[in-house]
């Protein structure tokens, strides 16, 4: 659909990536992703929602109130400053931004998103380009046309929002030294075994090019119809 239709929203094509805990490669994914299929142009960005009392301005602690600077965004413009959506940019992506809001206010960050993204497809002729999001959150908010979620049996650290969106996976992609699921451990122990038997891992260690079967449904996401309002 045209993003210049004002009789029904724009459509994208969205991938979002998420995970159980942090620091387990979520942003080296996007990367991958990114690097993988550059000349799609993608838009990328990452979600940060700051726990009570830090400002989503500045990512510091201060003293506006629980409903004041509840969120910001910011659009990445150079791709050497070492920041998540700088290494975004040094992977390919065509525009890179990162939303921050307070715990709980995500709802209210949105409309910040979608303006920034309307702007900057203001010119864009025909269809929209691709979008990843590094995020958890941004599932109760869209059904994107792709989620993946990265998970790694060592450490057993569990986000609530990722336990919740584990079912939705298309793939859960498996980081660290082994290529299954311990057959023990108390966080592990809790997923529903039906769950690790109709969504089997792929793995892919930090480092390694975009696994195939990731590939592939990249690929068949980037050549099918925008199904996705934001």
């Known amino acids: 659909m045209a993003a210049n239709d004002k009789k029904s929203p724009a459509q994208w094509r969205v991938i979002v990536v998420g995970g159980h805990t942090r620091s387990i490669g979520k942003t080296q994914l ?100 691709p979008l990843i999001v590094e995020s958890n959150s941004l599932l109760q908010f869209l059904r994107p046309s792709l989620y993946f979620s990265v998970v790694d049996p060592a450490k057993e650290d569990f986000k609530g929002s990722a336990r919740v969106a584990l079912d939705r996976a298309d793939a859960l992609v498996l980081r660290g030294s082994s290529d299954i699921f311990p057959a023990m451990g108390p966080a592990w122990m809790k997923l529903p075994s039906r769950l690790l038997r109709e969504k089997p891992p792929v793995s892919q260690r930090e480092g390694e090019p975009l696994a195939e079967p990731l590939r592939v449904l990249v690929h068949r996401m980037l050549e099918g119809p925008p199904s996705v309002s934001i």
Request: charged share 20%; glycine share 8%.
């Open 30 to 129: 996007v990367c991958d992703v990114i690097s993988a299929f550059r000349p799609a142009n993608w838009i990328a960005g990452k979600i940060t929602q700051y726990g009570h009392g830090v400002c989503a301005q500045n990512g510091e602690n201060c003293a506006c109130a629980p409903d004041e600077h509840v969120s910001a965004i910011n659009w990445e413009l150079q791709a050497d400053t070492g920041t998540d959506s700088a290494r975004f940019l040094s992977a390919g992506a065509r525009r890179s931004f990162w939303l921050r809001t307070k715990q709980g206010f995500l709802a209210e960050g949105l409309p910040l998103l979608r303006t920034a993204l309307q702007e900057t497809t203001a010119d864009a002729q025909g269809e929209l380009p």
